[in-house]
């Protein structure tokens, strides 16, 4: 079965200088997972939530904690940051262009490839969708749920 087959031909996509909140609100209101990220005819980059998500993510210091000299310094003015500057930074967030966070290695299929080749991509490198490219063009999207469907009607 070729990825022609399996593919959806309506791709959602987003500009590598939408802001991360659209985004966020693109992939919440078309009820999807990740999408392109295309500049003019051209497929730059992937963004996914798990993206989105990880801007929110805070390091792990261990079970010990020891301040750095900086860190004592910072302790007392952490303290004095309020809700609002809370929030002021992480309207900061949503106002980032995609492009800072998206992925820029892009993997891809043709319409001609078959849904093997699509799925040996996606495990080899741990993704769940490609685009699927026609002489340069975002013509589709494959998504391993595609896949999926496309076994269950052989």
């Known amino acids: 079965m070729k990825i022609k087959d399996v593919m959806n031909t309506d791709v959602i996509y987003c500009s590598p200088d939408d802001e991360v ?3 966020a609100r693109m992939l919440k209101d078309n009820d999807i997972s ?3 990220v295309v500049d003019g005819d051209k497929v730059v980059g992937m963004i996914s939530e798990l993206d989105l998500l990880k801007l929110l993510e805070i390091p792990e210091h261990g079970d010990l904690w020891l301040p750095s ?3 004592v310094i910072e302790v007392p003015i ?3 940051i309020s809700w ?3 929030k002021r930074m992480l309207s900061d967030v949503g106002a980032m262009p995609v492009r800072k966070i998206m992925k820029k290695d892009v993997y891809y299929v043709s319409p001609e490839n078959s849904i093997e080749d699509a799925s040996t991509l996606m495990i080899r490198h741990k993704i769940t969708r490609l685009p699927v490219l026609e002489n340069g063009k975002l013509v589709g999207i494959v ?5 999926i469907r496309g076994l269950g009607s052989l």
Do not use: C, Y
């Open 34 to 36: 990740g999408m392109p």
């Open 84 to 86: 609002e500057e809370t």
């Open 143 to 147: 998504t391993r749920g595609d896949i």
């Open 21 to 23: 909140s659209k985004v």
């Open 78 to 80: 952490r303290e004095l």
């Open 69 to 71: 000299p900086f860190e």
